[in-house]
C-alpha cells in the first residue's frame, strides 16, 4: 500500500526503558616593535605566524581556480625557455639560498594539507574535528542574528558610568497566559511604536501548541517578519517542512500532543535528519545515544535510528509527553528537552519557583541557549499558523516522502534491494539513513534472525517482495561473529583464513573506527576454527618480577588492543581493577598500548571470560628484565649478549669500536654515559653478532645461551634455570 505515511512499521522495535522514564516523568605588530634585538628569532617567528594567519581568503580561492591554467602556462614557459636559453618567468631556478629569507611562502605556493590517516594513528581513532558535521545555514544565521536581537545584557548595569544597581531592568512578567508587550522594541522602518506591534500581533492565529507574547518571543517575530535575514529563514523552512510535515504531525497527534510542537525539530535540525551536534546529538529531534535508547531507539554501528525521521518522532513524543506530565506546561517541558530534566528541577529548587519566564531572568537561572530556546519554538509556531501575515503564501512545499515498505532478512544488502526495486543504490539508501553499514545488521551470534523493515520507493514493494522472495538477494551469504574483549580484525580475518582488508570492505569499517566487544560483524562462511591459534611473535609474553603465584587460581595473559581500558579489562575478566594493578606494571594516569599483555589470575572454578585469551600454556613467560630476558630479545636480533672485563681507562665508545658496535647502544644497556672511563675488570655487557660471539669465545669456554625464539615456541612456563654467562676479556688494543 501508498502512502506518505504507511502507519507503524513491522519492524523489531526496541522497548523503551520503563525505569529511565519513570525518573522522567516523577513529580599583533606593534608588539613585535618592542622586541630586543636579542629576540629576533623568535620576532621573525611571530613575523611567519602572523602572515601565515592574515593571507586573503580571496588569495586562495585565486590559487584554486588558477591551479590548472597555472600549470599549463608554466608548462609552456618551459619549453619555450628551453629553446631559447631564457629563464622561464613562472619557473623558480635553483640558485644560493638568501641571505635574509622570507617568512611567507611564495604567491601561489600550495599549502601542506594535514595526513589524515597519519592523524589517526597518532589520535588513536577520529579527531576532534571529525565528529560534528558543520551546523546548517538557516540556524547559523539565526544564531549570528541573536548575538544581536539578544546581546545578554547585565541585569541593574547601564551603559557609560552609571553602576545602579538598585533599579534593576528586568523585564515585567506576569501570571501564566498573560499577553506582555516589550517597553522597548528595536525600530523598524514601518513599524516604529509598540502599538503599531500590538496590533498586528492582536489580529495573529494561536497555534494549539499553548503560546504567550513574551518580549523576546515578539522580538523573533519581528525578525521573522521584518528582517530579511529572518524571512528567507522561514520561507527556507516552510518550503522544507513539507517532506517530513504529515509524517510528524500524525505522530503527535497519536500521541495527544500538540501538532505544532512539529516546529520543535526545525529549531533542533533545520529539518536536516542528518543533522549533528558537536556534543554527538543527531537527527530531527536531536537526540543523544543514551536517551535514544531510553526510548526505544537503536543505536550501534549498523543502526542509527536517530536518523530515520518516523522513529526518532515516535521517541520525541515519548519524551515530550513524559517532561509534560513532569512539568505541567509546555514551557518547562521544552526547557527540560534543551537542559535536561535533572538540571531544570535543580534550578527550579534553588530559586524555589517553577515559572519558566521568571527563570529566564534571574542570575544564573538558566542556561542562555535554553532562555532563548522555548522563545523560538513558540514564534516559530505561531508564524507558521500565520502564513499570510509572514509571507508564505507563494511559498511551494516539498513534496512529502512517500515510500513502501518490505521486510527483509538480517544482513542484506541495500544494494541487492535496488537492484530489486530497478533503481539505484543512494535511492534505497536514503529511504534508509538508520542503515549506517549499507545492509541490514546481522543477527548476533546464538540469537534467533530477526526480519527488518526497509522503505522502497513508492509503488515497488509488492515486486521487490516477490523477487526477495523467489531469487533471495545476491551478497547476503555470510556468517556472523560477535566480538570479544581482545578481539582485533587480524586476529578474526587469520582465524577465517581471510584478510583484515576483506572484513573491513564487507563490514565498510571506517579507517579509525574502534570496534568494541558485543560489535556483530559479517564474515565469510567458511569452515574456521573455533579460535585463534597463538601467533608465533605472541608465544612470548613478559611479566613483572615478584608477583607471588596466587593459590587456587589460574594465570592467564590478555593482549591489549586499541582503546582498551582496565575497567572494561577488568570486567570482561570478573576482575577487579585493583588486582590488574597488582599483578603487571601499570601507571594509571598513561593509556594502556596496543599489545601489551597483562596477566590474570582467574578463580579455577571460575567461567570461561567473553574474551580473547592465552592460557598458561599456550606462553612462554619471561621476567622483565631478568637475564634471560635480556638474551632472549638480543636473539630475536641475531646477537649474543656477552659480558667482557674492562681494562684500565676504557670506555663505553673504544669497546664498542673493538667489538663493531653501536656506542649508543652500549649506552642504553649499560646505563652509563659512553665518555666514562672504566676501571680494570668491570664488566660490560655487549650484544655482538652471533658469527662475532662465537669467534669472541675461548675454545675452552662453553657458554649456556637462551635458546631463539623459533626453538622452543611453547616453552612451558616454569622457573628458568640461571643462566651461564659468557665472559670474555677484551682483547688488546693494538
Not at 532478512?409 to 530497478?422: R, T, V, Y
Request: glycine share 8%.
Amino acid at each position: 500500500m501508498t502512502s506518505a505515511y504507511p502507519g507503524p512499521l513491522a519492524l523489531p522495535v526496541r522497548r523503551c526503558c520503563a525505569k529511565a522514564r519513570w525518573q522522567v516523568t516523577a513529580a599583533g605588530s606593534s608588539l613585535l616593535d618592542g622586541m630586543p634585538s636579542a629576540g629576533r628569532h623568535r620576532r621573525s617567528l611571530m613575523i611567519a605566524l602572523l602572515g601565515v594567519l592574515l593571507v586573503p581568503c580571496s588569495s586562495l580561492a585565486e590559487d584554486a581556480s588558477s591551479k590548472s591554467e597555472s600549470s599549463s602556462v608554466a608548462s609552456k614557459s618551459k619549453s619555450k625557455a628551453a629553446k631559447s636559453g631564457a629563464k622561464s618567468p613562472g619557473v623558480v631556478s635553483k640558485g644560493p639560498r638568501p641571505k635574509h629569507p622570507s617568512p611567507l611562502p611564495p604567491g601561489g605556493a600550495p599549502r601542506a594539507q594535514p595526513n589524515q590517516e597519519a592523524r589517526h594513528a597518532i589520535a588513536g581513532g577520529t579527531t576532534d574535528d571529525e565528529r560534528t558535521l558543520p551546523l546548517d545555514a538557516e540556524l547559523q544565521v539565526l544564531r549570528d542574528a541573536e548575538r544581536a536581537l539578544f546581546p545578554r545584557p547585565l541585569s541593574g548595569v547601564h551603559a557609560g558610568w552609571s553602576w545602579d544597581l538598585e533599579n534593576s531592568n528586568i523585564e515585567p512578567v506576569g501570571p501564566p497566559g498573560t499577553s506582555i508587550l516589550p517597553p522597548d522594541l528595536v525600530p523598524q522602518p514601518a513599524e516604529s511604536s509598540s502599538a503599531d506591534v500590538g496590533k498586528w500581533l492582536s489580529e495573529l492565529t494561536r497555534p494549539n501548541l499553548p503560546t504567550t507574547f513574551q518580549p523576546s518571543v515578539v522580538t523573533y517575530l519581528q525578525f521573522y517578519r521584518s528582517n530579511p535575514q529572518g524571512k528567507a529563514i522561514l520561507r527556507t523552512w516552510y518550503k522544507r517542512s513539507g517532506r517530513y510535515s504529515k509524517l510528524i504531525t500524525m505522530e503527535l497527534a497519536k500521541a495527544g500532543l500538540p501538532t505544532d510542537l512539529q516546529w520543535q525539530s526545525v529549531i533542533e535540525s533545520s529539518y536536516n535528519p542528518a543533522a549533528k551536534s558537536p556534543a554527538g546529538a543527531v537527527g530531527l529531534w536531536q537526540f543523544m545515544p543514551d536517551t535514544a535508547r531510553v526510548y526505544g531507539l537503536e543505536v550501534d554501528r549498523w543502526t542509527d535510528e536517530r536518523l530515520d525521521p518516523q522513529r526518532a518522532t515516535e521517541a520525541a513524543a515519548r519524551l515530550l509527553a513524559d517532561l509534560h506530565r513532569r512539568f505541567g506546561n509546555w514551557e518547562l517541558a521544552l526547557a527540560a528537552y534543551n537542559m535536561g530534566h535533572s538540571g531544570l528541577s535543580r534550578a527550579i529548587r534553588k530559586y524555589n519557583s517553577n515559572h519558566y519566564w521568571l527563570l529566564c531572568h534571574y542570575e544564573g537561572g538558566l542556561p542562555w541557549e535554553t532562555t532563548l530556546y522555548v522563545p523560538k519554538i513558540f514564534a516559530l509556531a505561531i508564524a507558521m499558523s500565520n502564513r499570510s501575515a509572514f509571507g508564505l503564501d507563494d511559498v511551494e512545499q516539498d513534496a512529502p516522502v512517500q515510500f513502501d515498505v518490505v521486510s527483509v532478512g538480517p544482513g542484506q544488502p541495500l544494494s541487492g534491494i535496488a537492484k530489486a526495486a530497478g533503481v539505484n543504490e543512494s535511492s534505497i539508501a536514503e529511504l534508509n539513513p538508520q542503515f549506517l553499514a549499507g545492509r541490514t545488521p546481522p543477527t548476533p551470534q546464538g540469537q534467533k534472525a530477526i526480519s527488518y523493515s526497509v522503505r522502497v520507493p513508492s509503488g515497488s514493494g509488492a515486486i521487490v517482495s516477490r523477487k526477495i522472495a523467489s531469487f533471495g538477494l545476491a551478497g547476503a551469504d555470510f556468517d556472523s561473529y560477535t566480538i570479544r574483549q581482545g578481539d582485533t580484525l587480524d586476529g578474526i580475518a587469520k582465524s577465517l583464513g581471510a584478510t583484515a582488508s576483506e572484513l573491513k570492505t564487507l563490514n565498510q569499517v571506517a579507517s579509525a573506527e574502534v570496534l568494541v566487544p558485543g560489535d556483530t560483524l559479517l564474515v565469510p562462511r567458511r569452515d574456521r576454527p573455533s579460535d585463534v591459534d597463538v601467533a608465533e611473535d605472541e608465544r612470548v609474553v613478559v611479566i613483572p618480577k615478584d608477583t607471588p603465584p596466587q593459590t587456587e587460581a589460574t594465570r592467564v595473559f590478555y593482549r591489549v588492543v586499541p582503546g582498551d581500558t582496565l575497567s572494561e579489562i577488568a570486567k570482561s575478566f570478573g576482575v577487579r581493577r585493583t588486582d590488574l594493578l597488582d599483578w603487571n606494571s601499570i601507571d594509571t594516569t598513561a593509556r594502556l598500548q596496543s599489545k601489551m599483555v597483562l596477566a590474570i589470575w582467574l578463580p579455577k572454578d571460575a567461567p570461561a571470560p567473553e574474551a580473547r585469551y592465552h592460557s598458561n600454556e599456550d606462553v612462554r613467560a619471561l621476567v622483565a628484565g631478568s637475564q634471560e630476558f635480556a638474551e632472549y630479545f638480543a636473539g630475536l636480533r641475531g646477537n649474543d649478549r656477552v659480558v667482557v672485563r674492562a681494562k684500565q681507562g676504557d670506555t663505553l665508545t673504544s669497546i664498542a669500536s673493538r667489538y663493531h658496535v653501536n656506542a649508543a647502544t652500549l649506552e642504553r644497556v649499560n646505563r652509563r654515559p659512553r665518555t666514562d672511563r672504566m676501571n680494570e675488570g668491570e664488566s660490560v655487557v655487549v650484544y655482538v653478532p652471533k658469527a662475532q660471539g662465537r669467534k669472541t669465545s675461548k675454545p675452552t669456554e662453553t657458554a649456556r645461551k637462551t635458546p631463539s625464539p623459533a626453538a622452543s615456541p611453547q616453552a612451558p612456563v616454569a622457573p628458568p634455570k640461571k643462566p651461564e654467562t659468557q665472559t670474555v676479556q677484551t682483547p688488546d688494543a693494538g
